[in-house]
């Protein structure tokens, strides 16, 4: 149990509940809000702007580092740095990763010119291609194994020596026991390799790899190039690791390469050997034979990395077997590199299948297209429709790549004096296609396009090409008339179709459109896609579609303006009232754009918060605008609508007490009550009497505490009211303070409301006395406190002794804060120190802070 000391002020709580009772009137004192507000403001600091600035560019030196220090490694690091701090993730890696030194080198502002002589000069034609910021690979791959050196050991696993004599027994084992001789022991490793040692390794590789094929052991072959693949799965020594990469794929290239000339010398007939651009159908069923049997054999492979590397290195043999066979392989060998756990493995992995597809025109050139920035596919458009034009679309069809093209003209625009020209190149292809599934799949991308950069009679050329492709019969063509937006959208019959196609629409309207329309044409097409949409709504609908579907019309709605013409906009505020009758929030949104359907329809809204905001927001315009009789009237509705608030409401599909909802809305009420001038016919104070009596009147929960707040809350509005000038005003409305300029009448009305709400405040904290309620009464009584500290003329003594009672109260029983109380208390004391608040001092040796021991 817990002990208090320095309890001699009160001899009992009903002593203390008594002395509370005694005060009935609230004081308030006098501000000065003008003062006050200046003892609040910061301090300001001036501050030295030479060398300074919050958006100024950080300056960033670049640390030259000399050596490295990984584990395992005794090399020390030093850096040379004289004003900036080197960070400590990119300082393990010289001051960058590989990765961002492939970005470094392709960006032409941050690349710096090779001083080693292995960039070579880029051909003319070439750079007029493609442009003088693009590197081929031949120039790239000597600069990464000039750049990515290391001086730490490395190892690398080797295969046991095997001798020509045995590939014969070879040829008898069976695919797959070879292959698990190879993974499961007749491999050692070598350590402590230098660079060069290892290069070397690498090398004689390479080199045992074209001495077994040509030797017709190409079992053993497939085995060194397994084993080199496995390498790649390394990354201990991760600055080397780019050089390694090169290297070993250099021997997937050259695997790669055997396997295609071994399967090609097998479909010579009559010493005639096949054309370059060959067909499946003319290979024949023995070579066929040999290509299936490499792939099994890749396939027999256990680990995923050599079984990716291996597949890759001879992914171009699927010509041999079908004209889709590499466009089919791919998705595969990319899903692949999703097992790959190593992030740095995985990129590679993905940079050695798009490089190794440089053999394949159409698939390389959509690659391209689409990893590549928009705006550098944008500014070469006419370049890139040259190298479709000129592809080989064995396998990848070049409206595919179309369609990637168009993607890109979507996001950045090409050169303005080609855009036309571009078009038609496009649409050249596009319009001749006679599956509708790829010719949809093209157009709808250039429609785009050209809804971008034309006007509406190239956009009405496009889409009656659109009609006339989906349509096939051709039925209703002579009855379209000449704006084909609308009767293209008939064509989606299904209704979710065409309700999703509404929302695209609306969606990119609402993304795109800059400025406000009235533009006839615009707003008939958008009211029927918004009509669309609503009547689409039902009884199943869920919540959250409805409240898409809402803010999708509420967009255009914002959208649409008439100027001062206010008869055309009224007009289409009430036909869009009609038309979407069955959302709320755009029945609210309305009601915020046209202040004539206030009375009308937000008595017509199910939710009864957003009728009570709605009511307190248009009493707020009214006021703002000098409607005082209006203002009057939806202030009274509001009141009037409060007794109606259920003790329950949903939000978010979940039923949840009302109480914390109505105090928030009320403590907004009475602030805007403060500058409403009195109506000459009803009396003083007549809303805000109104509202006590509502409030007084309505059933709060039994274990809610809301009705007490709010009757506090209403002091602090009641102490605003005897200021010779509010704190605010409302422009060109003379409030109460103008009104009355401080008559003693109507202070006295004040004060005689003062007492009755603080009657109500003291008998609620009587009716906390009981064992089960002593936290609640511990909390209003330090709440009621604070209100007479902030607004309450101290210097009354009745008021004063209240203050001191509420205190000690609030600590009675041991449930208030401590921390709080101190900072209290520590606030009372610095307001002593302000002039004419010297009173606080006294006060603050009356209040005890009550220790438990």
């Not at 008595?603 to 918060?609: D, G, Q, R």
């Amino acid at each position: 149990m817990c002990a208090y000391t320095n309890w001699s002020a009160v001899d009992s709580a009903l002593g203390m509940l008594r002395a509370l009772s005694a005060v009935k009137e609230m004081h308030a004192r006098a501000r000065n809000y003008v003062s006050e507000s200046e003892v609040c403001k910061l301090e300001s600091v001036p501050l030295d702007f030479g060398d300074y600035h919050p958006l100024k560019p950080i300056t960033v030196t670049e640390s030259k580092t000399k050596k490295m220090t990984r584990k395992g490694s005794t090399s020390s690091t030093s850096s040379s740095s004289s004003s900036s701090m080197m960070d400590p993730l990119s300082s393990v890696l010289d001051g960058t990763d590989p990765l961002s030194l492939f970005a470094a080198a392709a960006d032409p502002v941050t690349t710096a010119p090779p001083t080693d002589g292995a960039r070579r000069k880029r051909d003319k034609d070439e750079s007029s291609a493609v442009g003088s910021d693009f590197e081929p690979w031949s120039s790239k791959r000597g600069e990464i194994l000039a750049r990515y050196t290391t001086t730490e050991k490395l190892s690398i696993v080797s295969g046991k020596a095997t001798t020509t004599g045995s590939a014969v027994s070879e040829k008898v084992r069976t695919r797959l026991e070879e292959l698990d001789d190879l993974e499961e022991g007749s491999q050692k490793e070598l350590l402590n390799l230098t660079q060069q040692d290892y290069m070397n390794r690498i090398e004689e590789l390479n080199q045992s790899l074209k001495d077994a094929w040509s030797s017709d052991q190409k079992v053993k072959a497939l085995k060194i190039v397994i084993q080199c693949s496995k390498l790649l799965s390394d990354t201990t020594v991760i600055q080397f690791y780019p050089s390694k990469f090169v290297l070993i794929t250099d021997i997937l290239d050259t695997f790669g390469k055997l396997v295609y000339e071994r399967i090609l010398s097998m479909c010579v007939d009559n010493r005639v050997s096949l054309p370059d651009n060959f067909s499946p159908e003319s290979v024949n069923d023995t070579a066929k034979e040999t290509c299936l049997n490499w792939f099994f054999k890749i396939a027999s492979i256990r680990e995923l990395i050599p079984r990716f590397y291996v597949e890759a290195a001879i992914l171009k043999c699927n010509k041999f077997l079908s004209k889709t066979g590499i466009s089919e392989c791919l998705p595969r060998l990319t899903s692949m590199i999703r097992g790959i756990g190593d992030p740095l493995v995985a990129v590679y992995a993905r940079a050695y299948l798009c490089r190794y597809c440089h053999c394949f025109n159409a698939l390389l050139l959509n690659s391209v297209m689409s990893a590549f920035r928009a705006e550098f596919i944008a500014a070469r458009s006419m370049d890139f429709i040259a190298m479709i034009k000129e592809c080989d679309e064995s396998g990848f069809p070049k409206h595919l790549l179309f369609r990637s093209l168009g993607l890109n003209l979507a996001l950045a625009d090409p050169p303005e004096n080609d855009r036309l020209q571009i078009l038609n190149e496009a649409w050249k292809v596009i319009t001749k296609l006679k599956n509708p599934q790829d010719y949809i799949n093209c157009a709808e991308v250039w429609v785009e396009y050209t809804c971008r950069h034309f006007t509406k009679r190239e956009v009405n050329t496009v889409l009656a090409d659109v009609i006339k492709h989906m349509t096939p019969d051709r039925a209703f063509e002579d009855a379209y008339p000449q704006e084909k937006f609308l009767p293209f959208l008939d064509m989606f019959q299904k209704e979710s179709v065409r309700v999703e196609v509404c929302k695209c629409i609306m969606e990119s309207f609402i993304k795109h459109q800059q400025e406000s329309t009235k533009d006839p044409v615009i707003l008939n097409a958008l009211l029927h896609i918004c009509k669309t949409m609503h009547d689409s709504v039902n009884a199943l609908t869920l919540e959250d579609e409805k409240r898409m579907l809402a803010a999708l019309i509420n967009g255009f709605i914002k959208m649409v303006s008439f100027g001062r013409d206010f008869e055309q906009q009224l007009s289409f505020y009430v036909e869009a009232r009609s038309m979407f009758c069955n959302l709320e929030p755009v029945l609210v949104q309305l009601i915020h754009a046209c202040v004539a359907f206030c009375f009308i329809t937000i008595p017509s809204l199910s939710s009864i918060f957003t009728c009570l905001n709605l009511y307190l927001h248009s009493g707020q315009v009214a006021l703002a605008n000098q409607c005082l009789s209006q203002a009057d009237a939806f202030f009274k509705a509001a009141v009037s609508l409060v007794p109606e608030v259920p003790k329950m409401i949903s939000v978010d599909g979940k039923m949840r007490p009302s109480d914390a909802f109505l105090l928030e809305f009320l403590c907004n009420f009475f602030s805007t009550l403060l500058v409403v001038p009195d109506h000459p016919e009803q009396g003083v104070l007549f809303l805000v009497r109104g509202l006590l009596n509502v409030i007084q009147d309505y059933t709060w929960e039994d274990n809610s505490d809301d009705k007490i707040r709010i009757y506090t809350n209403v002091l602090h509005l009641l102490s605003a009211m005897t200021q010779e000038t509010f704190i605010y005003h409302v422009d060109k409305v003379d409030s109460n303070d103008t009104l009355y300029g401080g008559d003693s009448k109507f202070l006295a009305e004040i004060n005689k409301l003062s007492e009755t709400v603080v009657s109500q405040i003291l008998d609620h904290l009587k009716t906390l006395g009981k064992e089960e309620t002593l936290k609640r009464q511990s909390q209003l009584a330090h709440y009621f406190f604070n209100t007479i500290v902030a607004h309450g003329d101290l210097r009354n003594n009745r008021l004063n002794q209240l203050s001191v009672n509420l205190w000690n109260l609030a600590q009675k029983h041991g449930f208030a804060d401590t921390k709080t109380m101190v900072k209290t208390l520590e606030y009372i004391k610095r307001r002593s120190k302000q002039p004419d608040m010297s009173h606080f001092t006294d006060l603050a040796l009356r209040l005890p802070l009550q220790s438990r021991t």
